[in-house]
């Protein structure tokens, strides 16, 4: 539904800001623009302009700032760090919420939990619980904020063997609803909101202040395998993976990245390469070295692997290196992505095979990540597929913005055919909205809906679904 929205006066504005423990910018402010741009983390700020922007610094501040939004008729959004490729929490002459300092956390380490609140990184969960001797599937680059990433579901490390998607280990939370009161949900207080938070995505009917999660014990032993090959041998590594996933333990995370080869290795790619190639990673989670190698077998044992360009096995590696490495492959300034979860793998990469070579940029890379298959339990997240098959396009130039938004849905247009679905958080929401539908089931999409009416009535909080406000 359509708001109208409030005018609130240079007083009132500053009676707010007294009010709260953070800080208020208004378009007013003289750094406002420098502050909305640098909310946004995929390096294309959307024309979009909050009337207001609110650092929280506590659950407090954002009570606060929610009944200040609900008197004068503002749509409330909401950002955690801002990791989003399509920056969808921008909302247009409302008042934004900024978590991102709201990041303290506590660890209980004979509980096996961690309460963190929603402004915190990947990175700075990982450290804290790795002091402990525990570990979380967090995100795959250190600045990937906790909260937008468990509200989406979560594609975390190890995640296949840990919950499988991170979301699952959401034991409660701590809320702001659209009434301004602070409340906790879980699977016996608020279950219908619980039910929402994991995997609901944007547009939730609340806002999650802390999370109670639950954590595992730190592995005795992680080790990474990698293998590079030439992109032409890409349909060939592809099928011997698909015929030996289904022998392949949940403790070994597997990754095929198709990205630009190298400078020491273009020599080695012939003209079908594209100047391109498959880079294998395998990382096993495991007690000790022994078993590692035991769950990185069956890959490491394929013939195809045998004359692979690079072979690096039995790296030790750790919760650190992970992040880091995942940070590597993002190494242009704008951002934009698409992905489909499916189960036929082959033709996933025939699309890849045709789509990759025309990018626009060479920066630009797609990514297979084997998932096997799931028993979720009953959540807003509600889709699978063996595989994830996501594309990131980077480029440098806002100018370039058109032509690899156009070849990134190009290629996805083709995906669609094949999907069994998406996962929220890399959807292109840019410009498949009115398709975000592929995240959810039918029965889930229509339950957010029915949530979002019965918590949120008056549209106190932005939901970047609803045509009214685009």
Request: aromatic share 8%; proline share 5%; glycine share 8%.
């Amino acid at each position: 539904m359509n708001r109208p929205q409030g005018h609130p006066t240079a007083t009132e504005v500053e009676q707010f800001s007294r009010a709260l423990d953070g800080r208020v910018c208004s378009r007013l402010s003289a750094d406002y623009e420098a502050r909305r741009r640098a909310l946004v983390w995929n390096g294309r700020p959307p024309e979009c302009f909050p009337s207001l922007i609110v650092e929280a610094r506590s659950a407090a501040d954002v009570v606060v700032a929610v009944e200040f939004a609900r008197h004068h008729k503002l749509v409330v959004g909401v950002r955690g760090t801002g990791h989003s490729y399509s920056s969808i929490f921008m909302c247009d002459a409302g008042l934004l919420i900024d978590l991102s300092r709201m990041n303290t956390l506590t660890v209980d380490r004979s509980e096996h939990r961690i309460i963190v609140e929603a402004g915190a990184t990947s990175g700075e969960v990982a450290a804290a619980l790795e002091r402990e001797g525990l570990a979380f599937p967090v995100g795959h680059g250190a600045p990937v904020g906790i909260g937008g990433f468990l509200l989406g579901g979560g594609l975390g490390i190890n995640c296949a063997a840990w919950g499988g998607m991170s979301t699952f280990n959401i034991l409660a939370a701590d809320i702001v609803t659209a009434d301004g009161a602070e409340r906790h949900a879980s699977p016996t207080e608020n279950p219908d909101l619980f039910w929402a938070m994991r995997g609901g995505g944007p547009g939730l009917p609340f806002i999650v202040t802390r999370f109670h999660l639950h954590c595992y014990d730190q592995p005795g032993a992680i080790t990474s395998n990698t293998y590079l090959l030439r992109f032409a041998e890409l349909p060939h590594l592809a099928a011997a993976l698909d015929a030996i996933a289904p022998t392949l333990d949940r403790r070994l995370q597997v990754m095929l990245a198709v990205i630009s080869a190298p400078l020491e290795l273009a020599s080695h790619c012939a003209p079908e390469d594209h100047g391109r190639i498959a880079a294998l990673t395998a990382i096993a989670f495991a007690h000790d070295a022994v078993e590692a190698r035991t769950l990185q077998a069956p890959l490491a044992e394929l013939p195809i692997l045998s004359d692979c360009l690079v072979r690096v096995q039995d790296q030790a590696t750790t919760f650190a290196g992970i992040l880091g490495q995942g940070e590597t492959l993002l190494v242009s300034k704008r951002f934009r992505t698409d992905n489909v979860l499916c189960d036929q793998l082959d033709v996933a990469v025939d699309i890849i095979m045709r789509h990759l070579p025309t990018a626009p940029s060479p920066a630009s890379l797609s990514l297979i990540v084997w998932r096997g298959q799931h028993d979720h339990p009953d959540a807003a997240y509600s889709v699978s597929g063996r595989y994830f098959v996501s594309t990131y396009a980077q480029w440098g130039s806002a100018e370039d913005d058109p032509v690899n938004g156009a070849w990134l849905k190009r290629f996805y247009d083709e995906m669609a055919a094949i999907a069994t679905g998406a996962y929220v958080n890399e959807f292109d929401l840019e410009a498949r909205l009115d398709d975000v539908g592929r995240c959810y089931s039918t029965s889930a999409l229509e339950r957010l809906r029915t949530l979002r009416q019965r918590h949120d009535p008056d549209a106190i909080f932005y939901n970047p679904f609803a045509r009214s406000h685009h």
